[in-house]
Every structure is written in structure tokens, then in C-alpha cells.
């Protein structure tokens, strides 16, 4: 069956434009997170849906960083005026519930110049 | 002290070998312990899922967890070069509203031929 698919792959901006990430989730799953990995480092944890609502939002690291979803499926990530420290892989998950295991997308590799 | 440390190495073995994986923990609340394998350019695809102590065997991939020293561990028997990869511990606990699924910064395993 499909997997969680992101877009786009790539992802190349100029320091202070806004760009939007796209994640489509398992059918299914109700739960979405949203993680970044930037060179060098471990896995961030930014954001969990469970639904439409977002219960942890603790790991968003400004406010230039948003993100919703609607309708239990599709979640975007927005981050308005982008930063060269924004520069990541972008990575999304999704499982059946809160607690269960995630399976994650391909990513969305940011460059920020 | 971080909640989860993993060496990053990196690993280099010959193909063949044994490869062992550790990460150790500092949160008693984690319940369930995962490790994920993720090639360059890839999000990470979930290779072992654990939720006691003791072994879970998987192929070539043998999962431990000790609770009491909170300390879990990858075993990798007859390495290939396929193999070669970052390897990233996980580790979740969820419940009462709250939620946290944390991971190691990441084991890069390069297996030679």
C-alpha cells in the first residue's frame, strides 16, 4: 500500500521567502509529526497531530515556524521568512495512533541561500 | 545529560562481522524502544520494535533492552555492505495528554567489502 509521501523533494529559497511543506499521511493514520534533521544532528521533533488538533507544539523552534492540517489527512509545514539556519531535511510521519510506531516519508530536503 | 545518547562513530567493519549498536537512556518512563536504519538521501525505515526486556530476533537483526540499566542495543550478524547505513535508536512513552518519542543523534555504519 502507499506510504507516506512528502513534497516537494527539494526544496531550494532565498533567505526571507516563505515556503510551504506538504505531507499526505497513511490512510488511515491518525496521528502526524513532523520532525527536522539538520547535517550533523539527531532527529528534532517539531510538531504531533492527533486529528485536525496539535497537542504538542513544544518543539516548533520560533514563530516563524506553523503548520496545520485539515480534514485528518494533509498537514503543511510553513516557515515564513526563512532563515539559512532553517536549512534541514524536513520529515514527516505518521502513525495509527498516539503511542504506536511511525513510519516516515522520504522528506523534504530545505536549502536555504 | 541528554534523555537518549548514541555514539556516532563512525562504525567501519568488514563484511562479515558482528556489529553492535548502543544507546543508553536517562527516562525510566520510556516504554517502548525502537531503531530505525536510514540511508543517505532517505527518511528512516523502522527496522526492530521492542516494548520489554530481553531479546527480539529479526533475520540478522537482534534487538536488546535492559531496562534496569537503561541501555538498549542492535546486534547485526554476517554484515553486508548493504547494511551500510546511520542507524538511529528511538525511544516513546506516551499517556495522561502527553507524548514523547526521542532519538539518538545516530550510528553511522559503514560495512567494507
Known amino acids: 500500500g502507499a506510504g507516506v509521501s512528502q513534497s516537494p523533494s527539494n526544496k531550494v529559497t532565498e533567505k526571507g521567502k516563505d515556503v510551504e511543506l506538504r505531507c499526505d499521511p497513511i490512510?488511515?493514520?491518525?496521528?502526524l509529526y513532523w520532525y527536522r534533521q539538520s547535517l550533523g544532528q539527531g532527529l528534532e521533533f517539531l510538531i504531533y497531530?492527533?486529528?485536525?488538533?496539535?497537542?504538542?507544539k513544544s518543539g516548533l523552534p520560533s514563530d516563524r515556524f506553523s503548520a496545520e492540517r485539515t480534514g485528518g489527512s494533509v498537514s503543511t509545514l510553513t516557515i515564513q521568512r526563512t532563515q539559512q539556519e532553517d536549512s534541514a531535511v524536513y520529515l514527516c510521519?505518521?502513525?495509527?495512533?498516539?503511542?504506536?510506531?511511525?513510519?516516515f516519508g522520504p522528506g523534504t530536503r530545505l536549502t536555504v541561500l | 545529560q541528554k534523555e537518549v545518547e548514541q555514539d556516532p562513530g563512525p562504525l567501519s567493519v568488514p563484511e562479515g562481522a558482528i556489529v553492535s549498536l548502543n544507546c543508553t537512556y536517562s527516562?525510566?518512563?520510556?516504554?517502548?524502544f525502537m531503531w530505525y536504519r536510514q540511508y543517505s538521501r532517505k527518511g528512516p525505515e523502522l527496522l526492530m520494535y521492542t516494548y520489554s526486556s530481553g531479546n527480539k530476533e529479526d533475520g540478522r537483526f537482534t534487538a536488546q533492552v535492559d531496562k534496569s540499566s537503561k541501555y538498549i542495543s542492535l546486534f547485526i550478524r554476517d554484515s553486508q555492505p548493504s547494511d551500510s547505513a546511520t542507524y538511529l535508536c528511538?525511544?516513546?512513552?506516551?499517556?495522561?495528554?502527553?507524548?514523547?518519542?526521542?532519538f539518538g543523534k545516530g550510528t553511522k555504519l559503514s560495512v567494507i567489502p
Open positions: 510521519a505518521s502513525s495509527t495512533q498516539e503511542g504506536d510506531t511511525q513510519y
Open positions: 528511538a525511544m516513546t512513552y506516551s499517556g495522561a495528554g502527553s507524548y514523547q518519542l526521542t
Open positions: 497531530f492527533q486529528g485536525n488538533s496539535a497537542p504538542d
Open positions: 527516562n525510566s518512563a520510556f516504554q517502548y
Open positions: 490512510s488511515g493514520h491518525t496521528a
